[in-house]
């Protein structure tokens, strides 16, 4: 009798083993299906989305439409950015950051921005750490009166994970 009491509970034992053994099986499977739905982690890390120096340009935009001399400063390269652009009392070179605050904080002090809009990029697709974009711009000078419109164009660099401006030049 004590025989068919311990196998009675053996029985009962491996049925609960089996039980958790089975659970676990399901439970792995769930998992491991999800973790192979995950997306893989991007595997060509020198392909450059799109939407980042367009972002720039976007920024760019933004900020000439305001006169924001500062952000504009912000979104320029480390290195001298070459500058030469219709409405500065200086002639074109290359500027450190300091000096386009300085330099934009006048312009846009004596002219008030009308329109300014980017209207044509290249080098999107295969940015080859340099991507163009030109912009038309429309501006009042506030001394004369008088509106003028001409367009600029800006070259972007890599600069480690972001896209700055290395030039912008300006044609009327």
């Known amino acids: 009798m004590v025989g068919l009491m311990l196998l009675g509970e053996w029985k009962k034992n491996l ?3 089996a039980l958790v053994l ?3 099986g399901v439970v792995s499977g769930v998992v491991g299906s999800a ?5 893989p982690e991007k595997e060509d890390s020198d392909a450059i989305p799109v939407e980042e120096p367009l972002l720039t340009f976007k920024n760019i935009e933004a900020a000439w439409l305001k006169g ?10 480390e290195s001298p ?5 219709r409405g500065l009392d200086r002639k074109g070179g290359f500027l450190t950051k300091p000096q ?4 934009f ?3 846009f002090e004596g002219t008030s921005q009308v329109s300014f809009k980017f209207i044509k ?4 697709e295969n940015p080859d750490r340099r991507v163009y974009g030109v912009a038309h711009r429309q501006y009042k000078n506030l001394r004369s009166g008088g509106i003028f419109e001409d367009t600029i164009y800006f070259t972007l660099v890599k600069e480690g994970s972001r896209w700055a401006v290395a030039e912008i030049k300006s044609t009327w």
Request: charged share 10%; glycine share 2%; net charge positive.
């Open 15 to 17: 049925g609960v083993l």
């Open 35 to 39: 973790l192979a739905q995950q997306k």
């Open 105 to 107: 904080k006048q312009m």
């Open 100 to 103: 386009l605050l300085y330099i």
């Open 22 to 24: 089975l659970c676990a």
């Open 68 to 77: 924001n001399a500062q952000a504009i400063a912000s979104l320029a390269s």
């Open 121 to 124: 990029y290249r080098n999107l």
């Open 81 to 85: 950015v070459f500058v030469e652009i």
